[in-house]
């Protein structure tokens, strides 16, 4: 093996992109709405946002695979889909009003693909230059990412805002809590 270091190794003397932090986020743009594919094949509906500073949040919606979905106690299969589905619903409404008056925002689709693509054209560009404020938080995997539920994000008219952080908000990584842990136990509280 041979180890070269000269000029034409390059080095990126500036940062990559960041992800928008974790907390109430003021003047965030959505500059895109995309309908990308996976490595599975699998299409999913991708909103990016961008901060002044430009960091950057994906957020994400995949098609409702029954499959994965999981009952809660006394509810059936089908109960469980209608939940995990409405959920997703009243998420991209509550994105979408925000640049489109509620009463004007209606979008249909007889499977994924189509209800992707029709949101996608309905929406157009009415989002450009719409400066709105995001509440975000970790994921269950750790990732920067807005709520599962509403609200999460508001116009920036809206002054003081209604988002609010609560005690149902991740706002610390697992990894985190691990660390402060580790580094408040002395020698005595170690079982050997």
């Known amino acids: 093996m041979n180890y070269v270091i000269n000029q034409s190794t390059e080095v990126q003397e500036r940062a990559g992109k960041s992800t928008i932090p974790v907390g109430i986020n003021d003047n965030c743009e959505l500059v895109s709405i995309t309908k990308p594919t ?45 939940r995990r589905l409405n959920s997703m619903l009243i ?61 999460f994000i508001e116009s920036m008219t809206i002054n003081p805002t209604a988002l609010r952080i609560t005690s149902y908000d991740k706002m610390e990584k697992e990894s985190a809590s691990a660390q402060a842990e580790v580094n408040s136990t002395d020698e005595s509280d170690l079982p050997f």
């Open 38 to 82: 996976a490595s599975n094949g699998k299409s999913y509906l991708c909103f990016l946002f961008k901060n002044e500073a430009g960091d950057e949040l994906k957020h994400m919606e995949w098609d409702i695979d029954p499959a994965r979905v999981n009952p809660k106690d006394g509810e059936s299969q089908d109960e469980a889909v209608a």
């Open 91 to 151: 998420r991209l409404k509550h994105i979408c009003t925000k640049f489109v008056p509620a009463d004007q925002f209606s979008v249909q689709g007889a499977n994924w693909d189509q209800l992707c693509d029709n949101l996608i054209a309905f929406m157009g560009t009415r989002f450009v230059g719409t400066k709105v404020r995001l509440k975000v938080v970790y994921s269950w995997n750790d990732y920067s990412s807005l709520p599962n539920f509403a609200p």
